[in-house]
């Protein structure tokens, strides 16, 4: 048994935390209700026991906006169960699942099968997500070169500039949820693929 399968049953029902969240729980809870599920995710999540093991915090921003898409999922189908843990508190489990450039990841979408068993790990945000909050934040910069240090990395900008780009981002991705929803159902639905595969 992996770790993540050990951790199930510990980690909280989205209900519990949702209810010990002190930061965004009512952005969060907003986007449980505007998840829209499609026939599609029926046809590929609503056959076999699927369980998503999900480490998060309350304070960020990507899990705010993609973690009520998979407790929307569960809510629908009702083969998919999905817990949380708050990742700093597991942090040796974390630590299995960093980004490509080292960095500790969150939020990770773990998906185990009907035994337990881990099939695949969705890490931060899909990949086509991140392609577009770059490009958007470039072309963000390059419509604003009067903000100081527009040409810098991000972490070298002037406080002022990254706290603009931070607002523009926020607000941009908010208008891209139901594009990303569709992401992230594509991206876990490759994942549970790999698990139909490998169980025929």
């Not at 046809?43 to 304070?59: K, Q, Y």
């Not at 979408?109 to 990949?127: K, N, T």
Request: net charge negative; charged share 30%.
């Amino acid at each position: 048994m992996t770790l993540a399968a050990d951790r199930w049953d510990e980690a909280m029902t989205p209900d519990e935390y949702m209810s010990q969240m002190t930061q965004n729980r009512e952005a969060f809870e907003a986007n449980i209700a505007r998840t829209r599920i499609m026939p599609g995710d029926w046809a590929v999540f609503g056959h076999e026991p699927l369980r998503i093991l999900v480490l998060t915090e309350d304070w960020c921003g990507d899990s705010v906006q993609f973690v009520p898409m998979v407790i929307a999922l569960s809510r629908q189908i009702p083969t998919v169960e999905v817990r949380i843990l708050r990742r700093d508190q597991h942090t040796d489990l974390a630590d299995r699942y960093r980004r490509k450039d080292g960095y500790q990841a969150i939020p990770v979408f773990i998906v185990l099968d009907s035994e337990m068993q881990e099939r695949g790990a969705l890490i931060e945000r899909p990949e086509r997500a991140t392609a577009e909050i770059i490009e958007e934040r470039n072309r963000f910069l390059a419509a604003h070169p009067e903000l100081p240090g527009a040409n810098r990395a991000f972490e070298r900008m002037p406080e002022e500039t990254r706290q603009a780009v931070k607002q523009h981002i926020a607000a941009w991705r908010d208008a891209q949820f139901e594009r990303w929803t569709r992401y992230l159902m594509e991206d876990l639905a490759e994942i549970v693929r790999s698990v139909t595969t490998r169980a025929a």
